[in-house]
């Protein structure tokens, strides 16, 4: 039964906003509730910049039997799991030297379907490349709409142009890069919470905030 089906699922608009918070994509959703990630809107020191809202439906009454419950509470851990475990890092990647990046084209890491092409008001126009057995990449910041070159379900390999690189969303910084992330998950298409340590010519790039100034690719 996918998400969408089960019968109190609670369906949010991506952006719908809920107080200081702003609604990203969809978690998880159960026999009562649905679970959203949200991105703060307005950054506020000292304070969270990510969470996840648990929204229930209104005018239904809390499931009876015991496999509902037990369902629900399965789902919760594995969702508080996720949301524990260690941000790995995404790969902020220019031209070397940074000598002038944008419009530089940008292709995947290794052949797949396209999973996703969507605007991100921080990430930008963003790319999310599915290349099977759970691993998907992602490409933010790019410089033309998310689906110029491919849209969802289109086939691609390690030379097939998905975009190009730029600068778009508030978390680009205004300076022309392409953010690369490796993520996965085998339930769905993964999330920033599937986030991997990045691997890039049989090199390994983990941690949070870390900094290489050696990373050089191939495709962009």
Not at 108 to 133: C, K, L, M
């Amino acid at each position: 039964m996918s998400q969408e089906s089960w019968p109190h699922a609670v369906q949010v608009p991506r952006g719908f906003r809920v107080g200081a918070w702003e609604i990203r994509e969809p978690i998880v959703s159960g026999a009562f509730g649905s679970v959203y990630a949200a991105r703060r809107a307005e950054p506020a020191e000292g304070l969270p910049a990510e969470a996840a809202l648990k929204f229930l439906p209104t005018g239904t009454q809390t499931p009876r039997r015991l496999r509902h419950l037990r369902e629900l509470a399965e789902r919760e851990m594995e969702l508080l799991r996720r949301l524990q475990r260690p941000r790995q890092p995404g790969l902020d990647i220019v031209v070397k030297g940074n000598t002038g990046s944008s419009g530089k084209a940008v292709y995947p890491g290794y052949q797949g379907t396209v999973a996703r092409t969507f605007w991100d008001r921080g990430a930008g126009n963003v790319i999310v490349v599915e290349h099977g057995s759970g691993w998907y990449t992602a490409y933010y910041h790019l410089k033309d709409k998310h689906d110029t070159y491919v849209r969802k379900g289109d086939k691609v390999t390690a030379t097939t142009r998905i975009g190009r690189i730029g600068a778009t969303g508030g978390n680009s910084g205004d300076w022309a890069h392409l953010h690369y992330e490796q993520r996965y998950r085998t339930d769905g298409i993964p999330t920033e919470a599937d986030r991997q340590p990045v691997h890039v010519d049989g090199k390994k790039y983990p941690g949070a905030g870390n900094t290489w100034m050696d990373v050089v690719s191939n495709n962009c």
